[in-house]
């Protein structure tokens, strides 16, 4: 007799718990409201604290989604011009095969992050510019972004 309710009980509870995982990821980490909502805090948060130099491009798909590939030659003229123009700041420079991945914000701007060899390239903020991206974060969304452990995307049983 109990068998079967404790099944279900069991199965209810699982339910719960991944709903909670889910429900946490989608409104309360920068990762699940950007990929949701498109919101540009929650881009600068993710870009704040989530993404660094170096990360392979499934790392940051993970925390951004998949993101444009940009292919037209007038916005990879742009992005080669202005590469060259600050070699202090992108160090790595810029080469005809890198990959340039575009993410928008519903707020009306957009980051072209550079990959080479599936490695993310020239992305090196100031700890200032860092700090100051996700205070923007936690001010525009009025969430307490602790420098918890980075989101990995929303539960297994939910992608």
């Known amino acids: 007799m109990c068998g079967p309710f404790l099944a279900t009980l069991f199965a209810a509870t699982v339910l719960v718990a991944l709903m909670t995982q ?16 498109k919101s540009g805090s929650a881009l600068l948060g993710i870009l704040g604290v989530e993404i660094k130099n170096g ?9 951004l989604g998949h993101g444009t590939t940009i292919v037209d030659e007038v916005t990879r003229e742009e992005t080669r011009t202005s590469t060259l123009a600050h070699p202090k700041i992108a ?3 810029y080469q005809e095969a890198d990959k340039l991945v575009q993410y928008s914000a519903i707020d009306g701007f957009f980051v072209v992050l550079q990959f080479r060899d599936n490695r993310l390239i020239n992305y090196n903020i100031s700890e200032d510019m860092r700090m100051n991206m996700i205070a923007h974060f936690a001010k525009c969304t009025q969430l307490a972004y602790r420098n918890s452990a980075p989101s990995n995307g929303p539960p297994a049983a939910m992608k």
Request: aromatic share 18%; net charge neutral; no cysteine.
């Open 22 to 37: 889910y429900v946490h990821w989608r409104f309360f980490t920068p990762s699940g409201v950007y990929q949701t909502t």
């Open 55 to 63: 990360d392979t491009l499934d790392t940051v798909r993970m925390r």
């Open 91 to 93: 160090t790595e420079g």
